[in-house]
Nanobody, 125 residues
Framework: QVQLVESGGGLVQAGGSLRLSCAAS????????LGWFRQAPGKEREFVAA????????YYADSVKGRFTISGDNAKNTVYLQMNSLKPEDTAVYYC??????????????????WGQGTQVTVSS
């Protein structure tokens, strides 16, 4: 199994950028479908981005498309979420997730069996 630890969250002004990191241990990230989710207070956890193991296909929620980029560094066994042009509505706890195979559930939390502890992102207006 794989263990995931997020970092890189913080406070940023609207329009700014952050890069979240998710360091994996136990197994190589190339063995997994990878995802980023977020959860704002009082709201359900929602899909942000995913990177499939096969062919490296990437997927994004409409709300972040064109602003966020998911990528992986196999040498560092780390997956990243580059977030640009941040908006106050991006404020949430961000979680990385992994699973050996998500299939058509890559955009749902139930598709992933492994989760990090989360990192807080706060965007001020």
């Amino acid at each position: 199994q794989v263990q995931l630890v997020e970092s890189g969250g913080g406070l940023v002004q609207a329009g700014g950028s952050l890069r979240l990191s998710c360091a994996a241990s136990g197994r190589t990230i190339s063995s997994y479908d990878l995802g980023w989710f977020r959860q704002a207070p009082g709201k359900e956890r929602e899909f942000v981005a995913a990177k499939r193991r096969s062919r490296g296909s990437t997927y994004y929620a409409d709300s972040v498309k064109g602003r966020f980029t998911i990528s992986g560094d196999n040498a560092k066994n780390t997956v990243y979420l580059q977030m640009n042009s941040l908006k106050p509505e991006d404020t949430a706890v961000y979680y990385c997730a992994a699973d050996a195979y998500t299939g058509s559930n890559y955009y749902t939390a139930r598709g992933y069996g492994y989760w990090g502890q989360g990192t807080q992102v706060t965007v001020s207006s």
